[in-house]
Each structure stands twice: as C-alpha cells, then as structure tokens.
C-alpha cells in the first residue's frame, strides 16, 4: 500500500498566484484532513472530511478551499497566495474520525510551500 | 491558549542516555496519542492510551496516561540516534459538534552519537 501521497514535495509561489495541493490515499479511509505546520505553532487543522462530499472547516482555514468527490482524494486549493501561507502541509487519512486506539491516523511526507 | 503543553521544547541528549519527556493539560480527555515525526516526514502514530495509569510499552519507549488523563509522559531508556525527531502529543478536541484531533508543539529531541 502508498497510504498517503501528497503532491508536489515542495513548491514556490508568489504572492497572489493560486495552486492546488494533492493528497490520495489508498485505504479506503473514510476521514481525511489537511494540517499545517509553523516552527513554534505544531500542527493546525485546516480543513476536514468525514466522508465524499462532505467537507468542514477547521482552525484555520481562511485562505484555503478544499472538495471531496472521491473517497480516495482531498485536494487543498490555495486561492491566492500570500507569504503568511508559507508552511509545511501535511494531509492525513483514518478509518474513522474518532481518537481510539484502533483508529490509526496516518500522515502524508508533506509539502513544503514557500509563498515570496 | 494552547491546550497541550509539552516539555521540554528541545532536548540534546548523548546516546545511551535515559530521558522523559512530558505532555500536560488543565483538561481531561479521553484518550492520548504519541507520534514521532522524523525530519522531512509527516508524524507517525506510535500509541494510543486510553485508561487514566495506563502504561504501555515499545521496544525501549515507556509511555503513561496520568491518572487523572489530563497528562502524559513518553520515557526513552538507552536513547539511539534514530530516536531523533520530534514527538507530538495529541487528543481529541470538541470542534464544531465533533471531536477533531489537536496537537501540542512537540518535543525536538537529538540524539547524539
């Protein structure tokens, strides 16, 4: 199994240009979501799925669209970048969404954005 | 306010040593999570702990549930250099009618050969 794979591992925008994140996984994970990581900050949620079609927001998710038309993928949309977006991303799949010890939440490698 | 707190922040340790690090909250919550999150990785799962005392363990890696759940601590007999990372405590979090999984700021350990 891939488990999850985010594309692209790293990228460079600037300021206003807009991109598209990918994240797929292959376990048939019916939760997903996207994180964002700051030196200093830990992980924050943006944005998550519980299932195809359904899609919610998270800590921070001003700046970012996501859609889910397919179990398999959750892409995350940059609508216009800005340097307060530079960031590692992390994408995440689970079974389900609830925090038991059989519910393994798996992480993507991450892709590191630089907005100039 | 962060929920979680962990400490310490950074740690530098020489291998062979023995080391605890500690994940603290004012709450209670209902089950804990430890991930090790190596350079240029995302996090991986390394337990979960459910039961206030509970103590589980991995190999050289010791992890207990406080009593009361509000605290954590992950203890590393005889640390090896691929034990550097960083480790992240995380619980769930009531957010918007459903329990999301939030994070502390980790702990960045080095273990030096």
């Known amino acids: 199994n891939a488990g999850v794979t985010q594309t692209p591992k790293f990228q460079v925008l600037k300021t206003g240009q807009s991109m598209t994140l990918q994240c797929a996984q292959d376990m048939n994970h019916e939760y997903m979501s996207w994180y964002r990581q700051d030196p200093g900050m830990g992980l924050r949620l943006i944005h998550y799925?519980?299932?195809?079609?359904?899609?919610d927001q998270g800590e921070v998710p001003n700046g970012y669209n996501v859609s889910r038309s397919t179990t398999e993928d959750f892409p995350l949309r940059l609508l216009s970048a800005a340097p307060s977006q530079t960031s590692v991303y992390f994408c995440?799949?689970?079974?389900?969404?609830?925090?038991?010890?059989?519910?393994?939440?798996?992480f993507g490698a991450g892709t590191r954005l630089s907005v100039l | 306010t962060q929920l979680l707190e962990q400490s310490p922040q950074f740690l530098s340790i020489q291998e062979g040593e023995n080391l605890t690090v500690y994940c603290n909250s004012s709450s209670v919550f209902s089950s804990l999570q430890w991930y090790r999150q190596e350079p240029g990785e995302g996090p991986v799962l390394l337990v979960t702990v459910v039961t206030g005392g509970e103590v589980k363990k991995l190999k050289r890696l010791t992890f207990q549930f406080g009593d009361a759940r509000k605290d954590s601590s992950l203890h590393i007999t005889a640390a090896q250099p691929g034990d550097t990372g960083l480790y992240l405590c995380?619980?769930?979090?009531?957010?918007?009618?459903?329990?999301?999984?939030?994070f502390g700021k980790g702990t960045k350990l080095s273990v030096i050969p």
């Open positions: 799925s519980v299932g195809a079609g359904i899609t």
């Open positions: 995380a619980v769930p979090f009531s957010w918007a009618g459903s329990y999301q999984l939030t």
């Open positions: 995440a799949s689970s079974y389900s969404q609830a925090v038991r010890a059989k519910n393994i939440q798996y």
